[in-house]
């Protein structure tokens, strides 16, 4: 059974950078597209950034493009996202998703169906 364990969230500043990881284990990590969503109080969640399997395309959302850079490393089995000038809006749940069937643009949260428990990010003005 997959299990995706996320951290790094944290308090920060706006224009400030954090940096979160996602662990995988109970399967074989080379093959899923990993997936970052966020959800904000009172919002739907929605989709932030993809990588894909073995050949390394990205997707992101226009809302975070240019500011946050998603990355995998196959060896340790993580998905990070690194996350730059932060604002506000950014403030959310982070959480960590996995898909061996699906493709890195797929966007919709009902596509993924490994999940972690999420890290909370919070963005001060």
């Known amino acids: 059974q997959v299990q995706l364990v996320e951290s790094g969230g944290g308090l920060v500043q706006a224009g400030g950078s954090l940096r979160l990881s996602c662990t995988f284990s109970?399967?074989?990590?080379?093959?899923?597209?990993l997936t970052w969503f966020r959800q904000a109080p009172g919002k739907e969640r929605e989709f932030v950034a993809a990588?894909?399997?073995?050949?390394?395309?990205?997707n992101y959302a226009d809302s975070v493009k240019g500011r946050f850079t998603i990355s995998r490393d196959d060896a340790q089995k993580t998905v990070s996202l690194q996350m730059n000038s932060l604002k506000p809006e950014d403030t959310a749940v982070y959480f960590c998703?996995?898909?061996?069937?699906?493709?890195?643009?797929?966007?919709?949260?009902?596509?993924?169906?490994?999940w972690g428990q999420g890290t909370r990010v919070t963005v001060s003005s």
């Open positions: 998703a996995a898909t061996s069937i699906h493709s890195y643009r797929d966007t919709l949260a009902n596509k993924y169906r490994y």
């Open positions: 109970g399967g074989t990590f080379a093959i899923y597209t």
């Open positions: 990588i894909s399997d073995r050949i390394i395309d990205t």
